[in-house]
């Protein structure tokens, strides 16, 4: 594909389209400048890059012959362009506008509400204008209403449940009355029932889970004091307290907490899917009242902005009427706690803004589809070819009759008659089987745990195209543990930690000697730090690169308080628990949270911090107290964070920075190995941050904090200035050290993703995470393998850019793409069909800083764009929208809850377990099913062949050959167990599977069941059912009356010969299955005797059991049995001698 794009240069480009604009922009200024001059205003230049549309992005030139075509409208012109007229509506037109229809009255029922900004009186939900949506979670698909006519319209939108079900009713008019009603309901019934049991059991499932959610009790503050109330009753405007480790059951804006700092910690895994704590503060005019009751003595009110679906901002304000001047505060998204994230320290106050349908979990929630199998779709398409042949054959014998007497009735009467071409046991055949499937894969043992949540799209799994995973916790196990410290001369990994860890014991102990002898170690020290021209010791060093990571961070230590202990007192006790067992570290990150851990390890612990200081405790048990003095915190464009503390004992200032390897290399003093050993450590997978520090005497700083504190208040570009300031002092810095972090993968994630990627399957990884990190997993986890290369798309706004990035884009050759979500989000805006039409041509995508939504949006492009089956996989609430959007949902059950696993469609528990759920069951499911499909098939078609030469010897007589119990019999109790024992049958062990995942690329083609395969089953039939009837015919001249038991027996035993000539890998049930029903046909040939003469009783002939016994039957019979079969074996023989498939090179 890549080798057929045109590549022009984009310079050349740029200027020969300038020329090309002029005279384009001059024509759109005249047709606007005349009378009809407001047409073309959707020809306003869009931007200032509107002269790169004439720049070719186009996958082929079609769009350049015509200059003055609207280029940008092209690419989507040619997706969605439709046939239109009579082959239109034959193609599906009668399904679109149906659909449409339907759609239009659920819309005029239901009329979306608009949603608009709110204002919320603290306490007062009875002062909202508004009706707001009740706070309940629902799940459901149907309600009691809904139940009988969803499940019924989901059942005959099938072509072949349709087509049944006018069959059958046809048996109630007289004249048509073919047989006994029940050889055509009693299957339809058998059907229906089994399928509204499973939708029903389904359905109670969904609706437990939600009912538990929705009666969680809350308390609600009143004016009264505390009342308890379910989740389902909130309304907007109450004050909830929500406990630690309780979900937040709505959006609230945070009010007041029992932290003394004003501010706590909330899990917000099951929204976003990080499992890292985010810190939220409590409105500080609230926060100040002196008790919880006081809420209810002011008068104050939130501002909201309207519901949305960015779980990452928030607009809105606080004001309080009733103090002098009123206060107004401005609320952001650390003021906000969102419904569906957890508290996990201290108590919370909020009051209610948005609920139910509002928040911004349920927004970012998608509904779920009834997912549809793609071997279901093919059955169907198959099934309408059957219908097409059925009405050709009907129409065949009426014009052969010569159209005599009432013919329409006749027609009706074949139509009838030959309707077993299409089996309606083919329905109940496969649901059966997937019910099997299902029972196998949870009954795996090399698969433990595995759950089949959908048991109707298990075939699914054999022809995955596309897989999208997510990565924290899918493929990392979101642990992060310290490897490496680099000092430039000397590497430490993990094996020699011992030696800093008394490299620091010796170092502290010296001070505490020094400052115990006397006071003169303070100017000592002084001077050394501030001569860094002279070569430190590698001991001194090591001390100060510890130091710096365990004062450069943004972690706080938090304490479980002791049984019996409140929070107030223990606030209070000077002497706090400062076991080390009883610690646990909270941050925003897990890479810092391992940083501290790991300077804890070797003798520096943090054990105390608070907004203005920090303590750390030496190996001598010594505390030492640091003044933090400003903070830069870390963002995705500085990608750095430092920090300025005051060391209370020597007064010291010291500025501490830590970032990515891009940010600082030109912000430390220059160095020859930083670069190196930044590309080293990334090559192993391992997370980098370079360690820098800067001294400063008190003139420096104070004169840093006017500068700073004046940038902090300026009106206009208060961001920029601010940076300058900080910019000022990052100077010049000291390079301290450069440590490594790794992020753990799963268990043998690096198989399980080579197995996929030879299997033909493309993986991309979606993760809500940051640039850096996702390449760093990508590249450790072997997703992108050692010598591929990756291409960074950077980041664009515009559309401009877009197009200058995809062009640079289009000339890489095989290498993996990473995009941000923003960028996406712009390329996706004006350039959809083509950033997905290359990225399929990537072997890997990573795309990161995705949202929730966009996870979903890009499954959905993938499946309008390739037509191909996706695959999400997924263990968080964050990937729920991913998981549902997919035609196969997996969900893991990770340490971010279960709520990705109750939504998917398989559960697994590890992400390992992919490979064998796809290459073996998934490509059995599908085999099997394909195969049983059209012996299926097969078994109508044979019978049906088996009537029209019946009727056309019998001078075009629209009378059935076979009666009532015989038609039931074959298609059930005499051929049921063989044909179905085809869900037994492997082409190859599952070892062999798993060892050649190559076998499986074979399926994503669907040869296993194409009109090719089809029409060769087609031929087979009509072939056996000729033979069978003209051989009753031609041998049995004189005994004609027994014609029918003669081809009923013989079609019999064709059958059983016809399975074990389809199967590949014997199994005892399948011997078994086979005896079995030649005995049942054996015994009902002598009890069932009155159905084996010619019509009913037309030729007064009944079937006599010495007729049966005799030799001439026996040897009449095998002779025409074997006339029908033995060609086919020869032929199979002869296939798999001269053209074998490839499972068979395997297994011989």
């Not at 706590?264 to 500080?284: M, N, P, S």
Request: hydrophobic share 40%; charged share 20%; with cysteine.
């Amino acid at each position: 594909m890549a080798e057929q794009i045109p590549l022009y240069p984009v310079r050349s480009a740029v200027v020969a389209a300038v020329a090309a604009n002029r005279k384009r922009a001059a024509y759109y200024s005249a047709a606007g400048s005349g009378p009809g001059g407001e047409r073309p205003s959707r020809y306003q230049l869009e931007d200032e890059f509107s002269h790169l549309d004439e720049m070719p992005l186009m996958m082929s030139e079609e769009g350049f012959e015509n200059d003055e075509s609207d280029y940008h409208t092209l690419p989507r012109a040619r997706v969605t362009y439709r046939r239109r007229g009579i082959e239109w509506l034959v193609c599906g037109g009668w399904k679109f506008l149906c659909t449409s229809c339907c759609d239009w009255l659920i819309n005029a029922c239901r009329r979306k509400k608009e949603l608009k900004a709110r204002t919320v009186w603290l306490g007062c939900p009875e002062k909202c204008e508004e009706k707001y949506p009740r706070n309940s979670i629902k799940n459901q698909k149907y309600n009691i209403f809904t139940f009988i006519p969803g499940v019924l319209y989901e059942q005959f939108k099938f072509f072949l449940n349709l087509y049944f079900l006018v069959v059958s009713c046809s048996q109630f008019v007289p004249a048509l009355k073919i047989g006994y009603l029940y050889t055509y309901w009693a299957p339809l019934g058998f059907v229906l029932a089994v399928t509204m049991i499973r939708e029903a059991v389904d359905e109670f499932r969904r609706f437990q889970r939600d009912k538990e959610m929705n009666s969680q009790l809350y308390s609600k503050l009143t004016i009264r004091g505390k009342v308890q109330v379910k989740s389902s009753d909130i309304q907007v405007g109450d004050l909830i307290i929500v406990e630690k480790n309780q979900r937040i059951p709505s959006d609230m804006v945070f009010l007041r907490t029992s932290e003394k700092t004003g501010s706590c910690f909330i899990r917000t895994d099951q929204l976003d899917g990080e499992t890292d704590w985010k810190l939220k503060v409590a409105v500080t005019c609230t926060q100040r009242l002196p008790a919880l009751g006081d809420l209810f003595s002011i008068n104050a009110y939130v501002y909201a902005q309207k519901p949305q679906l960015d779980i990452h901002g928030f607009e809105g304000t606080f004001t309080r009427e009733d103090s002098d001047p009123p206060i107004h505060e401005s609320l952001s998204i650390e003021n906000t706690l969102w419904a569906s994230t957890v508290v996990a320290s201290g108590t919370v106050i909020g009051v209610v803004i948005y609920t139910g349908k509002e928040t911004r979990s349920v927004m970012n929630t998608s509904n779920p589809k009834n997912k549809v199998g793609l071997l279901d779709l093919e059955l169907n398409q198959l099934t309408k070819a059957l219908f097409l042949a059925l009405v050709a054959l009907s129409i065949v014998m009426v014009t052969l009759q010569g159209f005599v007497g009432p013919w329409y009735r006749n027609l009706f009467r074949f139509l009838l008659l030959f309707s077993y071409i299409i089996p309606i046991s083919l329905r109940v055949n496969l649901d059966m089987g997937k019910a099997a499937y299902g029972w196998m894969i949870m009954r795996d043992e090399h698969i433990p745990g595995t759950v089949v949540r959908t048991s109707t799209i298990p075939e699914e799994l054999g022809r995955l195209v596309y897989l999208l995973t997510d990565k924290t916790g899918t493929l990392t196990q979101n642990e992060m543990i310290f490897k490496r410290l680099h000092l430039g001369t000397v590497s430490y990994g993990t094996d020699t930690m011992d030696e800093i860890q008394n490299h620091i014991i010796n170092s502290y102990s010296q001070i505490s000697q020094a400052s115990g002898n006397s006071s003169s170690s303070t100017p000592s020290r002084k001077s050394q730090s501030s001569a860094p021209k002279v070569r430190k010791s590698v001991s001194s060093r090591i001390h100060e690169a510890v130091k710096a990571i365990a004062l450069c961070h943004n972690v706080t230590p938090v304490y479980e308080s002791r049984a019996g202990m409140t929070g107030e007192t223990e606030y209070a006790e000077v002497d706090q628990d400062f076991s080390d067992e009883n610690r646990t570290y909270q941050a925003s990150s897990p890479d810092e949270v391992a940083l501290v851990q790991w300077t804890e390890s070797v003798g520096l612990t943090l054990v105390n911090r608070d907004l203005t200081s920090m303590q750390l405790k030496t190996p001598g048990g010594q505390i030492l107290t640091y003044s933090i003095l400003q903070i830069f915190p870390f963002t995705s464009e500085s990608k750095r964070m430092g920090i300025i503390v005051r060391d209370e004992s020597t007064a010291e200032i010291t500025f501490y920075m830590k970032g990515a390897d891009i940010a600082m290399s030109s912000i430390v003093q220059y160095n020859d190995w930083l670069e190196e050993e930044c590309g080293n450590m990334a090559r192993e997978g391992l997370r980098t941050l370079v360690v820098a520090k800067k001294s400063l005497t008190e003139e420096q700083y104070q004169d840093f904090e006017n500068r700073y504190s004046q940038a902090k208040l300026s009106i206009h570009d208060r961001t920029l200035k601010v940076a300058a300031v900080v910019e000022s002092v990052e100077r010049e810095m000291e390079l301290l050290c450069l440590t490594g972090v790794e992020d753990q993968l799963q268990a043998d994630v690096r198989p399980a993703l080579e197995m996929l990627r030879n299997a033909g399957i493309k993986i991309w990884m979606l993760t809500g995470d940051k640039l850096e990190t996702a390449t760093c997993i990508a590249k450790s986890s072997h997703l992108v393998s050692r010598t591929q290369d990756i291409h960074i798309f950077r980041p664009v706004t515009n559309r401009g850019e877009a197009h200058l990035e995809l062009n640079a884009f289009r000339r890489k050759h095989d290498c993996a793409l990473v995009i941000t979500g923003d960028s996406l989000e712009v390329c996706l805006k004006y350039y959809e069909h083509e950033l997905v039409e290359l990225a399929c041509q990537c072997p890997a995508v990573v795309c990161c800083r995705c949202s929730p939504t966009q996870k979903a949006h890009i499954v959905k492009l993938l499946q309008q764009h390739t037509g191909k089956r996706t695959c999400a996989i997924g263990d968080g609430g964050n990937d729920v929208s991913m998981i549902q959007a997919a035609d196969c949902g997996i969900g893991i059950e990770g340490k971010e809850g279960k709520q990705a696993s109750l939504a998917a469609d398989f559960s697994i528990t590890q992400f390992k377990h992919i490979g064998r759920l796809l290459m073996v069951h998934g490509r059995n499911s599908y085999k099997r099913s394909a195969a049983l499909g059209q012996f299926v098939m097969h078994r109508g078609l044979i019978i049906s062949t088996m009537q029209a030469v019946f009727s056309s010897v019998f001078y075009f007589a629209s009378v059935p050959l076979y009666q009532g119990f015989l038609m039931v019999g074959y298609a059930t109790i005499y051929t049921m167990f063989p044909v179905f024992s085809l869900v037994l049958d492997q082409d190859v062990k599952p070892e062999m599977a798993l060892l050649y995942p190559e076998l499986y690329k074979d399926l994503t083609k669907g040869r296993s069941l194409s009109f090719k395969t089809f029409l060769i089953w087609v031929l087979i039939s009509i072939y056996q059912g000729g033979i069978l009837m003209y051989g009753a015919l031609v041998l049995f001249e004189s005994e004609f009356v027994h014609v029918v038991a003669i081809s009923f027996t013989a079609l019999i035993l064709t059958e059983l010969l016809m399975v074990a000539l389809t199967i590949r890998t014997w199994h005892w049930l399948m011997v078994v299955a086979e005896f079995l029903s030649l005995g049942c046909y054996v015994a009902s040939l002598a009890f069932l005797n009155e159905y084996f003469g010619i019509g009913r009783v037309s030729f007064g002939a009944f079937l006599d059991v010495a007729f049966i016994t005799t030799v001439t039957f026996l040897w009449k019979v095998s002779a025409i049995t074997v006339v029908s079969c033995l060609p086919l074996y020869i032929l199979k023989y002869l296939k798999r001698k001269l053209s074998p498939p490839s499972y068979s090179k395997l297994t011989s």
